[in-house]
């Protein structure tokens, strides 16, 4: 099976190569296929995709009387009866500079199945894995993965805990935020492209800190998990506390956010931050969420899915109550500057479970 895309000028593409099972010993022996037959130059390494075989490799070559490079993908799956993946992205060595980003975010976006949706993508793993994934001595991606090297205390109502974090999962995270962020600066702020645009950008980032966030998640709130069915307000509220809690502060850059695992660190962050990581915890306990942005109010939220009274968000038949992330206030109280509904866009992220 093969799938190819390109943009509108021609210049940039992305080949999507499905090989039969077993048709590799492992995923270098398909790079060196791909790169014989392609007679390009170039090398890369070998990491880990979600705890497979895969090989990340600069590529150049020459098609149809013109040099190309791109970033070039290959992943060995250990799965039964599943496929083999070559994904080839590239542009014109010419538009290469302009193309970059977007060769990258491209390849980010590569999920092999539903529930890799949710773990980031091919290029994020490669910057650096899924910590939880792999044992203590592990040595991922020629890089020894350190457990800890961030320790944050936090007090929720009565009760401490201690979160730690790995800077350099961190640092991955901001990559790809920062990257989006300039992939989306290229879009005019009110036009039908750039609403899109910002969807993707929240989808990206959402994906790419999920699982990341899974460590903070059992830390905090695992052991409140047979209270969902019981009081799913009371815990959707003590996680809004929690969010509600940190510092406000904008980052100042192009994209202008942190990460959400970068907030959960710092304790600190502005509405789309804590807005995205609100919701990924209502996920984690399957809490149907959905997140609230609004140019109109230039204000992020979330619109939690339980019965209540208050504000509420109307999205694809059902209600969402509001939940503001950046004012001690409770689920369902808006201030009355943003209490029109249709100044939100409700955007879905996450896959349905």
Known sequence: MNLSFSNKAYTAFLNIIAFSPDS?????????????????????????????NAYFADLRFKSSGKDHRGYFIFINSDKRNSFDYALLCFSTVKDYTKNHDSLLSALDSFANGEAAKLFPGPVSQ?????????????SINSTRIRKTDIIVPVQIGEERYVLPFDSREIDATKVVVDREARIL????TESREAVDAWKRFYRVIYRDNFHRL???????????????????????????????GFKYIRTGTT????????????????????GLLYLILLHHIDIDS????????HHSAVGVGIAGRGAKIYFKGRNYMYAEVTDN?????VPKSMADPSGWIPIKLGYPK
Request: charged share 25%.
């Open 255 to 274: 994209a202008d956010l942190f990460s959400p695992l970068s907030a959960a660190s710092r304790l600190s962050g502005d509405c789309d931050s804590r």
């Open 126 to 138: 490669f910057y650096y894995p899924v910590n939880y994934l792999f044992t203590d001595a592990a």
């Open 329 to 333: 206030v409770a689920i369902g109280q």
């Open 290 to 297: 959905v997140l609230l942005v609004s140019t109109r109010y």
């Open 24 to 52: 590799f010993g492992k995923a270098k022996d398909m790079f060196n296929y791909v790169k014989t037959q392609l007679k390009a130059s170039g090398e890369g390494a070998s990491f880990l995709f979600s705890g497979e």
């Open 214 to 244: 899974d460590k903070l998640y059992s830390i905090l709130f695992k052991d409140k998990e047979q209270d969902v069915k019981a009081n799913r307000v009371s815990l959707a509220a003590g996680m809004l506390k929690f969010v509600q």
């Open 185 to 188: 600066s290229a879009y005019k």
